[in-house]
């Protein structure tokens, strides 16, 4: 699945339309940011998070978006069920948000 980008303008209605949600927060200037982008658009075509939208925000001109998770580094991952923040964690090892995402498997 592509990864979607959004932004403050329809941010809520990205997390309203799509059940399970992990989204990547980056900014242009981060360099482990964009070092993993390939990994997240990866792991957005992974069959095993089949039913997982995958969701880029540039933190720096999305301050309303970054709020609803609490961003507090870069890269930072949310995951939300429902439009609910489940949990959130700043890292850029692959590891550490292929955990994230699976709790929204379980």
């Known amino acids: 699945m592509a990864v979607i980008v959004a932004t403050d303008s329809d941010f809520d209605n990205v997390l309203n339309s799509n059940q399970n949600v992990v989204v990547k927060y980056y900014a242009d200037w981060c360099g482990s940011c964009r070092l993993f982008s390939p990994k997240f658009k990866r792991m957005s075509d992974d069959e095993a998070f089949a039913n997982i939208a995958f969701v880029d925000v540039n933190a720096e001109t999305s301050p309303e978006a970054r709020k609803v998770a609490g961003v507090t580094n870069l890269p930072f991952f949310a995951i939300f069920k429902g ?24």
Do not use: F, M
Not at 86 to 104: F, G, P, Q
């Open 83 to 106: 439009g609910k923040l489940v949990d959130t964690v700043a890292a850029s090892k692959e590891e550490a948000v292929r955990d994230l995402i699976t709790k929204l498997t379980v």
